[in-house]
C-alpha cells in the first residue's frame, strides 16, 4: 500500500489542523492505521492509531484529549484532528499501516510509511 499524507502547515498555539491519509489499493480496511510525528533532533514518536473498522482508537498520553484520529474505509483515508495544538507539538507528521492481527501493533510493526507533512505551530 502507498500512503499520502497532507494537511500540514503553520498555525498559532491553540490553533487546529486537520491531517489526511490517503491510501491506495482496495484493501485498507485490513490494517491498523496509526500517525507518529518527529520533533527536529528528536526520534519519531507514536502519535495515535485506529483499528481495522475504526471501533478502537490509542493515543499517546502526550495528545490524548486534543488529538482525535479517525478513517473513512471508503475513502481509503485515515484522519488526525489535531486541536490546542502547542508549539512542542511541531513535527513532521506520518502515516502508517500495519498489515498484521495485533491491537494495537508496536510502532516497529508497521509494514508501510508515508512521506510526512510539516505541522509547524508558533507560539
Known amino acids: 500500500v502507498q500512503l499520502q499524507a497532507s494537511g500540514g502547515g503553520l498555525v498559532q498555539a491553540g490553533g487546529s489542523l486537520r491531517l489526511s491519509c490517503a491510501a491506495s489499493?482496495?484493501?485498507?480496511?485490513?490494517?491498523?492505521m496509526g500517525w507518529f510525528r518527529q520533533a527536529p533532533g528528536k526520534e519519531r514518536e507514536f502519535v495515535a492509531a485506529?483499528?481495522?473498522?475504526?471501533?478502537?482508537?490509542y493515543y499517546a498520553i502526550s495528545v490524548k484529549g486534543r488529538f482525535t484520529i479517525s478513517r473513512d474505509n471508503a475513502k481509503n483515508t485515515v484522519y488526525l484532528q489535531m486541536n490546542s495544538l502547542k508549539p512542542e507539538d511541531t513535527a513532521v507528521y506520518y502515516c502508517?499501516?500495519?498489515?498484521?492481527?495485533?491491537?494495537?501493533?508496536?510502532?516497529?510493526?508497521?509494514?508501510?510509511w508515508g512521506q510526512g507533512t510539516l505541522v509547524t505551530v508558533s507560539s
Open positions: 502508517a499501516a500495519d498489515s498484521g492481527s495485533k491491537w494495537p501493533p508496536l510502532w516497529n510493526e508497521y509494514d508501510y
Open positions: 485506529i483499528s481495522w473498522s475504526g471501533s478502537s482508537t
Open positions: 489499493g482496495r484493501t485498507f480496511s485490513s490494517y491498523v
